[in-house]
């Protein structure tokens, strides 16, 4: 797919569209004298969820087109997979009302959408207890080669949370509770509990899906400028493993781009030296190019940058003053491309990414730290979505109970 072809921002105005044109159905239904029917009741739910996920998916798509480097691209993917289960739960509701309206009624639909998030955590708790599982095992051979410091403990301590979540909330759901105002309590937690859950599952999916395409994404082959960023060098000012692999996958697409059109990219060598390092990381990334032939010309030093943001602001300062509107793609580690992709946008660069592969143990871990990085990064598009989704289940367990 093609990425930055689209100039039109995508928005999914049409899922509060669809939204109301659902309550006004189903309110017309109850005004007709009918009450609510369930059969046909099913059936527009199943048709709301249906044109919803088909909202998403195509709003997904657009963003990809447009800029796949966005927390919209996570969102879209994550939430279109459940509403996809809503659609079809609704769908067998549908099938099983009309085969058999005396024995269906309206209540269980209210009750399918009330446990709508705790049975999903259910239906995909073989995939989140796998997941969990693969986190576990990469981060005891991440420890065993890096050794034992907090951040190569990330991806436990997520499957950690996982697999307690779930056990939690199944306890919490066939504990019994004797009272009303008991089993009203009772379900709210559970409800809550699952909504709050519901939404980090799904972000974690649209983020592996966001990574994935990221990474193995492949920029057309007409930039002016190859932007390399610094990860770390060796106490002898020679690049890492890790950086050795970014400067290799940028020199691959600079020997492919001369061969296939003979265009000449540049390269934009960005890294500060930290208090540690014998000389800055762009320095020593311009050796390792010198030494595999790279002219003096070719090579930009941009060596003030310490995080990702100012890799990004910097380098385009560099390239803006030295040709305006340029081409540029920038090369990171796999796992780092999505993020690093959003600070090129934060920082006006309009560049696309290419990930360099690292060591199978290491990309899990590296990947839970960016999920948390980017979770930390939109609290307030975050929150405005928590709180909403939290206030439906909430909603729903009070009309169900009261």
């Known amino acids: 797919m093609m990425f930055f072809t689209r100039e039109k921002k995508p928005h999914i ?60 691209t996570i969102l879209y993917a994550g939430f279109a997979l459940f509403v996809l289960s809503l659609s079809v739960t609704h769908l067998i509701m549908t099938l099983r009302a009309f085969a058999d309206p005396e024995g269906f009624d309206v209540v269980q639909m209210l009750y399918t959408l009330l446990h709508s998030a705790k049975n999903y955590m259910f239906l995909t708790s073989p995939l989140l207890l796998l997941f969990s599982a693969a986190l576990f095992v990469s981060n005891l051979a991440l420890i065993r080669h890096e050794g034992r410091r907090f951040v190569n403990i990330l991806g436990i301590l997520l499957a950690l949370v996982l697999t307690g979540g779930e056990i939690v909330i199944a306890y919490l759901d066939f504990r019994s509770a004797f009272s009303r105002r008991a089993i009203l309590a009772s379900n709210l937690i559970v409800n809550l509990m699952a909504g709050f859950y519901l939404y980090f599952e799904c972000m974690i999916v649209g983020a592996i899906t966001a990574d994935l395409i990221a990474a193995r994404h492949v920029p057309q082959r007409d930039k002016d400028f190859l932007i390399v960023l610094g990860c770390g060098i060796r106490k002898d000012g020679t690049p890492t493993p890790l950086l050795k692999g970014r400067l290799d996958a940028a020199l691959r697409f600079d020997a492919m781009q001369r061969e296939e059109n003979g265009r000449a990219a540049r390269f934009v060598c960005s890294g500060g030296q930290g208090r540690d390092e014998a000389q800055s990381e762009a320095a020593s990334m311009r050796g390792y190019l010198l030494d595999r032939g790279i002219g003096e010309e070719r090579i930009v030093m941009e060596d003030r940058s310490v995080d990702t943001g100012q890799n990004m602001r910097f380098s385009r300062e560099k390239i803006d003053a030295l040709r305006p509107g340029a081409r540029t793609a920038f090369f990171t580690t796999n796992y780092h491309v999505f993020r690093a992709g959003l600070k090129a946008r934060r920082a006006g660069l309009d560049a696309e990414g290419m990930g360099a592969p690292t060591r199978w143990y290491f990309w899990p871990n590296a990947a839970v730290r960016e999920f948390v990085g980017l979770l930390t990064e939109h609290r307030g598009k975050q929150a405005m979505v928590l709180v909403l989704l939290l206030s439906v289940y909430a909603a729903l367990t009070l009309a169900a109970y009261l």
């Open 13 to 72: 105005y049409s899922v509060a569209a669809l939204t109301a044109a659902a309550v006004l159905a189903l309110l017309g239904l109850f005004l007709s004298g009918r009450g609510f029917p369930a059969s046909l009741c099913a059936l527009i739910l199943a048709l709301y969820f249906g044109a919803v996920t088909v909202c998403l998916a195509v709003a997904f798509v657009r963003q990809l087109q447009y800029n796949p480097y966005s927390y919209n």
